[in-house]
């Protein structure tokens, strides 16, 4: 069973980064998306970021419009870790955040496969970040 657990919200100003951190375990993956969501209060959960990674094929990112050029989403492999590092964060950027991973990805994957929640059969518990003015 894989387990993911982040790390790294907490309360900021606006105009400040974070960077958050989602460690992963359980099993060994030769392909495999990682991709952050978030929640805010009385909202739906949305996608942010996403990172899928193949031993064979490399790397691809996939960014929500809303955080394109603020967000970054890397990994460590000898840490088994992803990251989000969130720059010129906004009050709207307040949310629990979620990593959540998926060992059925593909490259081929659409936009909308990526984007979808129910995509991800593995989460985490979520890290709070708050935004202030």
């Known amino acids: 069973q894989v387990q993911l657990v982040e790390s790294g919200g907490g309360l900021v100003q606006a105009g400040d980064s974070l960077r958050l951190s989602c460690v992963f375990s359980g099993r060994t993956f030769s392909q495999y998306r990682m991709a952050w969501f978030r929640q805010a209060p009385g909202k739906e959960r949305e996608f942010v970021a996403a990172?899928?990674?193949?031993?064979?094929?490399?790397?691809?990112?996939y960014y929500a419009d809303s955080v394109q050029r603020r967000f970054t989403i890397s990994r460590d492999a000898s840490k088994n870790t992803v990251y989000l590092q969130m720059n010129s964060l906004k009050p709207e950027d307040t949310a629990v955040y979620y990593c959540a991973g998926d060992p059925y990805a593909s490259f081929r994957d659409t936009a909308i496969t990526i984007k979808t929640e129910g995509t991800y059969v593995d989460w985490g518990q979520g890290t709070q970040v708050t935004v202030s003015t």
């Open positions: 990172i899928t990674w193949s031993v064979l094929s490399g790397t691809s990112t």
